[in-house]
């Protein structure tokens, strides 16, 4: 424990705090990162590197689409059903409507 405390300190005892601006990140409000320019390469092309790095973020969404095609629609089948039902059901009574409609012409005409 001793020798955990005292790198420590050692450290905070290191540790140089910028004296200006121009030494540490700049401005806030100035825009500049406080990077050096000159080891930023924008017009880099893409490596193996940056691959590797991106795909746990690809399987995650591809495991989330996955999920969404699969799953979800197996949950919601039920609600699908009765959807389904509602308009079946609609159109029976449509034509039901229909045919009492016709069936109270029809009568109409006998009658005359």
């Known amino acids: 424990p001793v020798s955990s405390s005292l790198a420590l300190t050692d450290i905070k ?52 689409l996955f999920i969404m095609v699969t799953v979800i629609p197996y949950a ?7 959807l389904q039902a509602v308009s079946m059901l609609e159109e029976q009574q449509a034509a039901a409507a229909a045919a009492a409609e016709e069936a109270v012409i029809v009568g109409e005409e006998q009658k005359v």
């Open 13 to 64: 005892r290191n540790t140089r705090m910028p004296l200006s601006d121009e030494e540490g990140q700049g401005s806030i409000f100035s825009g500049q990162s406080g990077r050096s320019r000159g080891t930023i390469q924008e017009d880099r092309g893409v490596t193996l590197q940056d691959i590797k790095l991106i795909m746990p973020t690809v399987l995650i969404l591809l495991f989330t």
């Open 76 to 82: 919601f089948s039920s609600v699908v059903k009765q």
